[in-house]
């Protein structure tokens, strides 16, 4: 119901499934509008290496736009938002802090909350969420592969890690993401 009647962009790759159906597919099914699908490292399809970067392309069975958050843009510009009502971040994590989908989550909160468009998180479980182990990153060393002071596995589930970034004001300016 959140997303019906609206334009929506999606996070998405290829753990964005329900059952053995991607997410896009199922929205698009369900008449949800997706004007656009942004895709974090190793792409929409999962199939680029790590630390391989990939061009923006088109889902072609569909017609969408696919942004690469990954390389060159890590972060959705303005105009990759223009038109779009909410966000839809669905994308698997295991909780730790190495892994580059938190960094993508950051990214696309601070854009929505740039561009004033709210994102709906499709929580998943956390594999690892019965620990958390490692030491906390020191922000020196801070980076893609590493941007907030966690321990190497945090144990939270990627919308746990959401509110975790509008609690503790990590995004620039301290803004806050309206999270769904």
């Known amino acids: 119901p959140k997303l019906k009647g609206k334009k929506a962009g999606v996070v998405v790759n290829q753990t964005s499934l329900i059952c053995n159906t991607h997410i896009v597919d199922s929205?698009?099914?369900?008449?949800?509008?997706?004007?656009?699908i942004f895709s974090p490292e190793h792409g929409y399809k999962g199939k680029a290496e790590a630390g391989e970067t990939y061009s923006d392309s088109v889902l072609t069975k569909h017609n969408i736009e696919i942004i690469s958050l990954y390389g060159n843009k890590i972060k959705p510009e303005t105009e990759d938002l223009a038109g779009i009502d909410i966000i839809v971040f669905d994308i698997q994590d295991v909780g730790a802090r190495f892994y580059t989908y938190i960094s993508t989550l950051h990214y696309i909160m601070e854009a929505c909350a740039e561009n004033n468009i709210p994102l709906l998180i499709l929580d998943r479980p956390n594999?690892?969420?019965?620990?958390?182990?490692?030491?906390?990153?020191?922000?020196?060393?801070?980076?893609?592969?590493?941007?907030?002071?966690?321990?190497?596995?945090?144990?939270?589930?990627?919308?746990?890690?959401?509110?975790?970034?509008?609690?503790?004001?990590?995004?620039?300016?301290?803004?806050?993401?309206?999270?769904?």
Not at 27 to 36: D, E, P, R
């Open 127 to 180: 594999p690892n969420g019965h620990y958390v182990d490692g030491p906390v990153l020191d922000l020196k060393f801070k980076s893609f592969v590493g941007m907030h002071p966690v321990p190497v596995v945090h144990g939270m589930t990627i919308a746990e890690y959401a509110k975790m970034i509008n609690g503790e004001k990590w995004l620039s300016n301290s803004m806050s993401c309206q999270l769904n």
């Open 27 to 36: 929205l698009l099914s369900l008449g949800i509008n997706i004007m656009k």
